[in-house]
């Protein structure tokens, strides 16, 4: 019998147990040596603060793990200034020869290939964290093709600067799309079954009722927002389709959202790490995964050991976050 009930297990509930007061030394502490520092100290704080975050989280009793290194995200960061230390170079020599021209077309180059390492980066930025995070031992893995969704980015850039950012909701979920069906998790495949008109019209509808209702409608769009992304995540084992759900109401939202409010007013800005644990906990506390999940079924699948944070870093250096 216990074989037969774990083919259907009950729903899968997660538990983010992270401390305030832990996060609070960590975050300080890190920002304190980030100052000192001139900035080196960056990827250490970032490494401390993913792996505090990741080992915070627990599904079935056992918490996840980030093993990515503080000298990985180094080394990304430094191809990122290489190339900035480069084109500021470029930039000097137009100046120093008075050369309008040439300073002109290296501003140029500069933002261009800015603007076209962008799904470079995202692709080796999902490449790494996935290869760098597992439960129980068992890591997830990203399968993209970076030259397919460079073209994918580059032609939903394109259709949505022609239609004056309308197309912008498809071309978001249609990356979403094949960032998910590309990801793994052992055994297991991921998909997203969204669809970029609902995505739009979720939108649309916040842009009007939120000016209707000067902005408290915001409330309900999050709460959407949150139950679209999670209602059309699904994961597949045996080739059974399990979904994501996100339980919480508008009251919950509100209530987030107003102490969050309270306390950043309040306290200056100083109670930021216990609003972060906060925000983590309630994300946490209202995600599940359907039942049909058995995860003593899942099996460990050898992917490569992707050790490049050079694409993860470039986001960082954007203020990008992944999906």
Wanted: contains cysteine; charged residues 15%.
């Amino acid at each position: 019998m216990e074989g037969f009930s774990g083919l259907f297990s009950d729903k899968k509930e997660f538990n983010y147990f992270g401390k305030g007061s832990e996060f609070a030394l960590i975050f300080f502490k890190n920002i304190f040596l980030t100052i000192i520092t001139l900035g080196i100290y960056y990827p250490w704080a970032k490494v401390e603060i993913l792996k505090y975050h990741y080992q915070s989280t627990e599904i079935d009793k056992n918490s996840f793990v980030f093993h990515g290194t503080a000298k990985e995200v180094l080394f990304g960061f430094l191809k990122i200034y290489a190339f900035i230390f480069i084109f500021y170079i470029l930039l000097g020599y137009g100046t120093i020869t008075e050369n309008p021209n040439f300073t002109g077309i290296a501003l140029g180059v500069f933002y261009l290939l800015f603007l076209l390492l962008i799904p470079f980066a995202i692709h080796g930025a999902i490449r790494y964290r996935a290869s760098k995070s597992s439960w129980k031992g068992i890591h997830f893995s990203y399968l993209g093709d970076k030259m397919e969704l460079f073209w994918k980015c580059l032609i939903g850039s394109l259709i949505t600067i022609l239609t004056l950012g309308i197309y912008g909701a498809w071309f978001s979920i249609d990356i979403r799309k094949y960032i998910f069906s590309h990801l793994r998790f052992g055994n297991l495949s991921f998909d997203f079954k969204g669809e970029g008109s609902t995505f739009f019209l979720i939108n649309l509808k916040f842009f009007f009722l939120s000016i209707l209702t000067l902005g408290i409608y915001s409330i309900w769009y999050i709460k959407e927002l949150f139950s679209y992304y999670a209602e059309n995540t699904t994961i597949t084992q045996n080739g059974r389709e399990i979904n994501f759900r996100f339980n919480a109401k508008p009251g919950d939202v509100f209530e987030l959202l107003i102490v969050n409010f309270l306390l950043t007013v309040v306290t200056l800005g100083i109670a930021t790490p216990w609003i972060i644990i906060r925000t983590q906990t309630f994300i946490f506390r209202f995600l599940e995964i359907e039942e049909g999940l058995n995860t003593d079924a899942i099996q460990k699948i050898n992917y490569d050991n992707y050790t490049d944070a050079s694409g993860d870093s470039f986001l960082d250096f954007l203020d990008l976050d992944l999906l």
